[in-house]
């Protein structure tokens, strides 16, 4: 069993940064890759960012490549989500998740462990 917990979310305006941060506790030996998703009211949750978890290998979505950086601190047992250049159309609850089943990395049916998501509301 793996606990994440993310924060680091908030109001910013347009062309604002955000760190955002997601730690994790529990089985950590079992972590494979960490993967941060968004879900804006009324709309599915949409892949954002992915990260191994031993390696560092990193993946993103096209619409977010060159304002967002997914990294991580192994020894804090935390990966985070520094968004740039940030627009309206980022407003959104950010969730981490654990990949848990093995296919697409961007499909969050095969992620669990969510955490309770951080809100970040970008105003124009």
């Known amino acids: 069993q793996v606990q994440l917990v993310e924060s680091g979310g908030g109001l910013v305006q347009v062309g604002g940064s955000l760190r955002l941060s997601c730690a994790a506790s529990?089985?950590?030996?079992?972590?494979?890759?960490l993967g941060w998703f968004r879900q804006a009211p009324g709309k599915e949750r949409e892949f954002v960012a992915a990260i191994m978890w031993s390696g560092g290998q990193t993946d993103y979505a096209d619409s977010m490549k060159g304002r967002f950086t997914i990294s991580k601190v192994n020894a804090e047992n935390t990966i985070y989500l520094q968004m740039n250049n940030l627009k309206p159309e980022d407003t959104a609850v950010y969730y981490c998740g654990v990949r848990v089943i093995a296919g697409l990395i961007r499909n969050s049916r095969n992620y669990a462990y969510w955490g309770q998501g951080t809100q970040v509301t970008v105003s124009s």
């Open positions: 529990g089985r950590i030996s079992s972590l494979s890759r």
